[in-house]
């Protein structure tokens, strides 16, 4: 058992008892920690009402290796720290990162991840209105890449040609790429001939290029169908128990000129 300090991202957390929470942490070291906070019913007791969920602070913890739930002892918030209540839509797609991290068990450290995690939560806070959804596409597309999950878009993940030299010929045929969700990449014209996989055109494949990376194309088309390719691949390769809901949450807060063709 030992006194722990370190910083943390609040993902989520709900009443446990008449007097106490479980908040869930994101912290660079630990993964995620799952902590109980004991006299937490009154606003304002151990600083967990300056926190907001996806606010982050420096959290001290009893931490018990052999258990899953360890003990609050003090949070203090970060200066500055980012609300993302302003607007429904940045608060549901934090969410939606926040869903994808929680259903992995993510028991270890990883710094780079805590750091895409601030600054995805950052971007969704700060971003112009029309640039949130993007952020969110990034944020879900990225997180899973550093979960280990990335998807193969440059070569067939079937037969491991490269997509670029493909392209050409697919496009003179006026046909696209289809995405192999189980697969967990693109293929290419030839080995996507007779299936009914999701279509992928060039440059819907270019921003997803990006967007893996966790940066925001210049401009995004399709949103609504990049939101269910983003959802497809996230269930099939973390297979949460109850399936995503910030997917759900999300779909009717798209704009009518988000939801254009995917090509
Ligand atoms: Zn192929």
């Not at 908040?23 to 151990?46: Q, W």
């Not at 609050?72 to 939606?96: D, Q, T, W, Y």
């Not at 259903?103 to 950052?122: F, K, P, Q």
């Not at 999950?149 to 490269?162: G, I, N, Q, T, Y």
Request: proline share 4%; aromatic share 6%.
């Amino acid at each position: 058992m030992s006194l722990i300090t370190s910083d943390g991202i609040l993902l989520r957390s709900h009443q446990y008892s008449e007097s106490s929470r479980i908040l869930r942490f994101l912290t660079p070291d630990l993964g995620i920690v799952s902590l109980i906070g004991k006299g937490m019913r009154t606003r304002g007791a151990r600083g967990e009402a300056s926190i907001q969920t996806f606010g982050e602070g420096s959290i001290t913890f009893l931490y018990k290796p052999e258990r899953d739930l360890h003990t609050l002892r003090e949070i203090h918030p970060r200066e500055g720290s980012l609300a993302l209540g302003r607007g429904v839509k940045r608060f549901v797609g934090a969410s939606l990162v926040a869903e994808l991290l929680l259903s992995h068990n993510l028991e270890e450290g990883d710094r780079a991840l805590y750091e895409w995690i601030r600054t995805v939560l950052h971007n969704l806070a700060t971003a112009e209105e029309s640039e949130v959804l993007t952020w969110v596409l990034a944020g879900g597309w990225r997180t899973l890449a550093e979960l280990g999950f990335p998807p193969r878009l440059s070569e067939c993940v079937r037969c491991d040609r490269d997509l670029s030299d493909s392209e050409a010929e697919v496009i003179g045929e006026g046909r696209l790429f289809r995405f192999d969700v189980g697969a967990g990449g693109v293929i290419c014209a030839q080995c996507g001939k007779d299936t009914a996989l999701p279509r992928v055109g060039p440059s819907a494949l270019r921003d997803l290029e990006v967007l893996v990376e966790g940066r925001a194309p210049s401009t995004l088309r399709g949103s609504s169908a990049h939101l269910s390719l983003l959802e497809r691949y996230a269930e099939h390769h973390l297979s949460p128990r109850r399936g995503f809901r910030s997917f759900a949450s999300l779909r009717p807060l798209l704009n009518k000129t988000e939801e254009s063709g995917y090509r």
